[in-house]
């Protein structure tokens, strides 16, 4: 039995910027019902958007915290620069993915790196939050960068998928993930149709980053998300013009989700210790 569509997520009216460098859409988020989005929390498309030239310090986002889930940031357009407090960062540009695990606690900021700042030009990013176990959450920090080149890309009639995590036609991803997950970078040609494996079990869905598709009769366009049943596998999606599409895939924690900004923990309880520890000095510092 294939997946049935369970939703169709529409974008949110209104963008908002996150630090100066950001034009970010959130396109889901732990504020909803997070059992159907599980293990994935937060969906934010950056862009796409042209930024001038700018003379003046490149823009984004200063120190600030995360704990107990990743943020993965896949950059299609420009150039980010991170730094953390783990020694963690680099430069990540087009074709990039950068997959961080806050876990115990991490500071970090992001800005557009020194060169794209000056040049200026197109812009086009996601960053996806990833939960964890409760198990992992308090865990060390990681930083997986991930380069273009280590990227393997699967063909196939009508295009290819650059495989991020999981397994695409058997080929591997390369990141390393706490729970099963699939990510696909997936790019079709205008009447391309391609069935894609997406697991029994897992939480899937397909988000439009360009273009226009048709799943299951219905017809998904830019910044909108197909939500698939849990039950069931596989799904058939055509392209009705040139489509960029992310497909993710992943088995749900089953645990409760308390989310507080930049924390996701399991409880009130440890929201506030995240933010006792954080306000003490205790997720470590940035070197200078
Ligand atoms: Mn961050």
């Given amino acids: 039995m294939a997946k049935t569509v369970e939703a169709i997520i529409l974008p949110p009216g209104n963008g908002h910027w996150v630090g100066d460098g950001f034009p970010v859409r959130s396109l889901f988020s732990y504020q909803g019902d997070t059992r159907v989005i599980s293990p994935f929390l937060l969906l934010d498309y950056a862009g796409p958007h042209v930024f001038a030239p700018n ?15 990743e943020t993965v940031t896949i950059v299609y357009d420009g150039e980010v620069s991170h730094r953390d407090s783990s020694g ?25 790196s020194a060169g794209f700042s000056k040049a200026g030009g197109p812009f086009r990013m996601v960053q996806l939050w990833v939960n964890l176990p409760a198990k992992d959450k308090m865990g060390p920090p990681k930083y997986q ?11 196939f009639a009508g ?6 995590a999981g397994t695409f036609g058997g080929i591997h991803g390369p990141a390393t993930t706490f729970t099963p997950i699939n990510v696909w ?23 439009v980053l360009s ?3 048709l799943v299951d009769g219905r017809d998904v366009r830019e910044a909108e998300i197909v939500r698939f049943s849990t039950a069931g596998a596989g799904a ?3 392209a009705d013009s040139d489509a960029m599409l992310l497909v993710l895939t992943g088995e749900p924690i089953d645990e409760p989700v308390v989310g507080y900004g930049p924390f996701v923990m399991t409880s009130e309880d440890e929201i506030r210790q995240a933010i006792t520890d954080f306000n003490s000095g205790r997720f470590g510092q940035m070197a200078s």
Avoid: Y
């Fill in 55 to 69: 003379a003046g310090a490149p823009r984004g986002v200063g120190q600030h915290p995360h704990r107990g889930f």
């Fill in 88 to 112: 963690g960062g680099g430069t990540i540009g087009t074709g990039d993915v950068q997959w961080m695990t806050a876990a115990g606690g991490i500071i970090h900021e992001e800005f557009h």
């Fill in 145 to 155: 960068a991930i380069t273009d080149a280590q990227i393997p890309v699967a063909t």
């Fill in 159 to 164: 295009g290819r998928a650059r495989v991020i």
């Fill in 185 to 207: 970078d997936l790019r079709l040609e205008a009447g391309a149709e391609v069935k894609l494996d997406l697991p029994e079990g897992h939480t899937s869905m397909i988000v």
């Fill in 211 to 213: 273009g226009r598709v």
């Fill in 236 to 238: 058939t999606v055509r």
